[in-house]
Antibody
Framework: EVQLVQSGAEVKKPGESLKISCKASGYSFTNYWIGWVRQMPGKGLEFMGIIYLGDSDTRYSPSFQGQVTFSADKSITTAYLQWSSLKASDSGIYYC???????????WGQGTLVTVSS | QSALTQPPSASGSPGQSVTISCTGTSSDVGGYNYVSWYQHHPGKAPKLIILEVSKRPSGVPDRFSGSKSGNTASLTVSGLLAEDEADYFCCSYAGTTNWVFGGGTKLTVL
């Protein structure tokens, strides 16, 4: 079964760093892109960007360029989303999803809730 | 404000049909036949139910159907079941490795 399992909820203070993970299983990890999607409280989904797991080629949505960093560790089939200095406005649920043929995302992870509060 | 516009809520009684719209622009929904729909029970992983406007993945009941006209895509759920109560959101490819999403629609089965 193709599956993405994300790391658990995080509570952080403004200015702290954070790295959340997305563990893939059930398929050839390096042949696909992984996308990251944000859902702010009470809002719709926003596309953050994608990373190709074969060579870590990354494409950031303009709104997120310079704000976050995507990375991946092929040896443990895990993709990461990280912040170097969190802001309260980074609070939300973050989803990873595999970019599949047909220009869509499937499957998705269950989401990671990030709360940034002083 | 989401890039694609969906009604925040929709409802129907068991057995009825409900249609959820997803309105974008000629740069996304209208420009590509790459609209997908997802069913999302909060706290769980979103599930793909429609791809490429109107195709159903294996295992998705034919009660779910999709269509598109111009810049608006639609998801129809026929023969509503209690288990269909969930959030539904649309997604469209928007060119140059960019995707846009709808704000989501909460479907209530009365």
């Amino acid at each position: 079964e193709v599956q993405l399992v994300q790391s658990g909820a995080e509570v952080k203070k403004p200015g702290e760093s954070l790295k959340i993970s997305c563990k893939a299983s059930g398929y050839s990890f390096t042949n696909y892109w992984i996308g990251w999607v944000r859902q702010m409280p009470g809002k719709g989904l926003e596309f953050m960007g994608i990373i190709y797991l074969g060579d870590s080629d990354t494409r950031y949505s303009p709104s997120f360029q310079g704000q976050v960093t995507f990375s991946a560790d092929k040896s443990i089939t895990t993709a990461y989303l990280q912040w170097s200095s969190l802001k309260a406005s980074d609070s939300g649920i973050y989803y990873c999803a595999r970019r599949s043929s047909g220009w869509l995302f499937d499957p998705w992870g269950q989401g990671t809730l990030v709360t940034v509060s002083s | 404000q989401s890039a694609l516009t969906q009604p925040p809520s929709a409802s129907g009684s068991p057995g009825q049909s409900v249609t959820i719209s997803c309105t974008g622009t000629s740069s996304d929904v209208g420009g590509y036949n790459y609209v997908s729909w997802y069913q999302h029970h909060p706290g769980k992983a979103p599930k793909l139910i429609i791809l490429e406007v109107s195709k159903r993945p294996s295992g998705v009941p034919d009660r779910f159907s999709g269509s598109k006209s111009g810049n608006t895509a639609s998801l129809t759920v026929s023969g509503l079941l209690a288990e269909d109560e969930a959030d539904y959101f649309c997604c469209s490819y928007a060119g140059t490795t960019n995707w846009v999403f709808g704000g989501g629609t909460k479907l209530t089965v009365l």
